[in-house]
């Protein structure tokens, strides 16, 4: 993500510590999110579905941040997910993805963010701390 960034950008792009669930039942993407908010400075689970995600949330106290994709195996996309997390633990701050469809903010619970593929590391970043703050 921090690459072809300037110095100022850099800069803003400095972490501090939280854990972030990452979903994305493909795994070359997945590694590369994980790889790229792991550089960020965050802890991160990993999910490769809904029904995983779900196993983590009930299993770990300290997520702070969903990121999750739409599209997901199983019954369990990644809108139903963010409704569920929303719902059980609103805390909890929720950014959907996807690289096929665009969403309107009315599809996602309220104070989510979407961020289409593929991602512009500052607005990813961004999105995060303001969830953090």
């Given amino acids: 993500m921090a690459e072809g960034l300037s110095p100022k950008e ?8 939280a854990t972030i669930l990452v979903v994305e039942d493909e795994i070359l993407i997945r590694m590369d999110v994980v790889d790229q908010l ?3 400075g965050y ?12 196993e983590a ?10 990121f999750t994709d739409v599209d997901m195996p199983g019954d369990l996309d990644g809108i139903m997910l963010a409704h569920e997390v929303s719902r ?3 805390e909890i701050g929720i950014i959907v993805t996807s690289g096929k469809a665009a969403l309107d ?3 996602l619970p309220q104070g989510s ?9 500052t ?8 969830m953090l703050d």
Avoid at 123 to 130: C, N, S
């Fill in 105 to 107: 903010d009315g599809a």
């Fill in 123 to 130: 607005a990813v970043h961004a999105a995060i701390q303001e």
């Fill in 10 to 17: 850099r800069v803003l792009m400095q972490s501090g510590s």
């Fill in 88 to 90: 059980i633990w609103p």
């Fill in 38 to 40: 792991t550089a960020l």
């Fill in 57 to 66: 949330l009930r299993n770990t106290d300290d997520i702070r941040i969903l």
């Fill in 43 to 54: 802890d991160i689970i990993e999910a490769p579905s809904g029904r995983d995600a779900l």
């Fill in 113 to 121: 963010r979407f961020c289409s593929k593929p991602y512009i590391p």
